[in-house]
Nanobody, 128 residues
Framework: EVQLQASGGGLVHSGGSLRLSCVAS????????IGWFRQAPGKGREGVSC????????YYVDSVKGRFTISSDNAKNTVYLQMNSLKPEDTAVYYC?????????????????????WGQGTKVTVSS
């Protein structure tokens, strides 16, 4: 059974930090890119960051560059999203998802329809 288990969300003040985790199982981790998306109330799902588990590709949306860091522990089939200097506009439900690694480029990294598997989401709330 394919599973992506996202965790680590919570309530923090503006400027605070959180680390999200995404544990994958049921598929070949190295064959996939793991991406983080977020969805704020009343808005569409936005691609935030992704990391390839087979090479050095990493992507960040401009709004999180310099604040968020994505990393992967292939031995644990886990991807982390370290979020620092959080802002109220980062408030959203964050989802992790798996994209086949042969896709290349930000268009694919940020388009939900190309992802094969999705986790259940973890809520991040940043108060001002």
């Amino acid at each position: 059974e394919v599973q992506l288990q996202a965790s680590g969300g919570g309530l923090v003040h503006s400027g605070g930090s959180l680390r999200l985790s995404c544990v994958a199982s049921g598929f070949t981790f190295d064959d996939y890119i793991i991406g983080w998306f977020r969805q704020a109330p009343g808005k569409g799902r936005e691609g935030v960051s992704c990391i390839s588990n087979s090479d050095d590709r990493i992507y960040y949306v401009d709004s999180v560059k310099g604040r968020f860091t994505i990393s992967s522990d292939n031995a644990k089939n886990t991807v982390y999203l370290q979020m620092n200097s959080l802002k109220p506009e980062d408030t959203a439900v964050y989802y992790c998802a798996a994209l086949r690694s042969y896709y290349r480029g930000s268009y694919y990294y940020t388009t939900p329809a190309f992802y094969d598997y999705w986790g259940q989401g973890t809520k991040v709330t940043v108060s001002s």
